[in-house]
């Protein structure tokens, strides 16, 4: 899933996927995006980091309105999205926006969170070329 | 002392908060700090305390039986402030520490809880733990005892209140 606003301001699949694969070693992160990409890493699963040290940094780029802001969606999303992982659906839209039922979304995305780039988006295209082809042989 | 200085009681907009802040008085759960922390990000501090108290103190599924999943939640997500806070309204209902101690504890094998009780204890602590084994015959099971409104009810209450703990614990929020 995808927030149409990101990609209407401009947000990419290879952002996405360098701010999560190499976000810490990327020149196209500033060093305010760097920590709040690291706050959610941690507070999933290293929250112990997450001490005075890392709030007194974290306090360089952001308000305590923001960082209230910050963490309490990373802490919103970390409850949902392992929640949601077990009721196995999927999304409703594939990448290039196309609204498929829950089997197709399912074979597009897998059973994992993967890059859309390494394999939603070809799926997604290939699903859409096959129901291209059986709308012709109709 | 938080990380994150509690905005005074004095200084909350009135109009937004006195209503909240009576809530939370009443229910304990959570107790005022939390209004004064997140309500540095406006629009916030109402936002989540509404989902903190709705999912909590108002729903179909007993509410004793959402305090103990709660405060088992926080043996997982290591937050002292949420394990700390007590339910008025639990407690009210008859709910007791050593009632706590046994959910928090070795329940499944515990006579004093249901099978419906276990079932939705086991799902609190499997989904932080073993979310793989919350599968399709885990949902089976749960809905012998729970309407599918009812278990949705308890999976948005243990996601909400899980992320909430997870955030609050860095805050190093004590009560």
């Known amino acids: 899933m995808r927030s149409a606003s990101a990609k209407q301001q401009g947000l990419t699949e290879q952002m996405i996927d360098e701010g ?28 112990d980091k997450i ?48 609204l498929v039922d829950q ?33 012709i042989r109709k | 002392m938080t990380i994150i200085e509690p905005l005074p ?35 916030y501090g109402e936002a989540l305390f509404d989902a903190m108290y709705q999912s909590h ?6 509410h004793s039986l959402k305090e103990i999943i709660r405060i088992r939640l926080t043996t997982i997500s290591k937050d002292t402030y949420f394990a700390n806070l007590r339910s008025k309204k639990a407690i009210d209902l008859g709910l007791t520490e050593s009632r706590i101690e046994a959910g928090c504890g070795d329940f499944e094998s515990d006579p004093q809880f249901s099978e419906a009780e276990k079932w939705a204890i086991k799902f609190s602590q499997l989904m932080y ?18 309407s599918e409104p009812e278990i949705m009810e308890l999976g948005a209450f243990i996601a909400f209140h899980y992320g909430m703990q997870m955030f609050i614990r860095t805050l190093k929020v004590v009560i």
């Open chain 1, 20 to 47: 999560i694969e190499e976000y810490e070693t990327s020149e196209n992160f500033t060093e305010a995006e760097k920590i709040a990409l690291q706050y959610s890493d941690l507070m999933d699963t290293e929250p």
């Open chain 1, 51 to 98: 001490d005075e040290t890392f709030y007194d940094k974290l306090k360089q780029y952001y308000s305590n309105e923001e960082i209230v802001e910050l963490g309490a969606f990373i802490g919103f999303n970390i409850g949902f999205h392992t929640w949601f992982g077990t009721l196995g659906f999927y999304p409703m839209f594939t990448p290039d926006g196309r």
């Open chain 1, 103 to 135: 089997e197709e979304s399912a074979r597009i995305y897998g059973d994992k969170p993967i890059s859309h780039t390494k394999g939603a988006i070809q799926r997604a295209m290939k699903g859409q070329k096959e129901e291209a082809t059986g709308r």
């Open chain 2, 9 to 43: 009681i004095g200084e909350l907009n009135k109009e937004k908060f006195q209503t909240r802040l009576k809530l939370a008085q009443e229910l304990m759960v959570p107790d005022t700090l939390f209004i004064q922390i997140m309500a540095h990000a406006p629009g």
């Open chain 2, 57 to 62: 103190a108002i729903g179909n599924v007993d």
């Open chain 2, 129 to 146: 733990t073993e979310p793989k084994r919350v599968n399709s015959d885990f949902y089976d099971l749960g809905k012998t005892f729970y």
